[in-house]
Nanobody
């Protein structure tokens, strides 16, 4: 069964950094557009960033200049580097995949991971 597995979450102080990973099991992530989403308690899920299968990237305004998405096809993994973290970045972060979409990110995704908790607190 194809799966996406997130890792790299944890507790970090404001201003700190984390790198999240999204690994594909029985997925060749290189042919998929990958999105990162987050959901904080009591709030709706929101899109954070995405990378098309052709490596076009998009970011939410709230994370531009602080977060960076990338992929390593040899490791079948997509990363979300998060710098200058703020308490409002606290959420469960999910990655999602949709096949194709070379030039742009899709509006919806077919596969979702289980999420990894990111907590930004002093």
């Amino acid at each position: 069964q194809a799966q996406l597995v997130e890792s790299g979450g944890g507790l970090v102080q404001p201003g700190g950094s984390l790198r999240l990973s999204c690994a594909g099991s029985r997925f060749t992530l290189g042919v998929y557009a990958i999105g990162w989403f987050r959901q904080a308690p009591g709030k709706d899920r929101e899109g954070v960033s995405c990378i098309s299968s052709g490596n076009t990237t998009n970011y939410a305004d709230s994370v531009k200049g602080r977060f960076s998405i990338s992929r390593d096809n040899d490791k079948n993994t997509v990363y979300l580097q998060m710098n200058s973290l703020k308490p409002e970045d606290t959420a469960v972060y999910y990655c999602a995949a949709r096949r194709g979409y070379y030039f742009q990110c899709p509006s919806g995704y077919d596969y979702w991971g289980q999420g990894t908790q990111v907590t930004v607190s002093s």
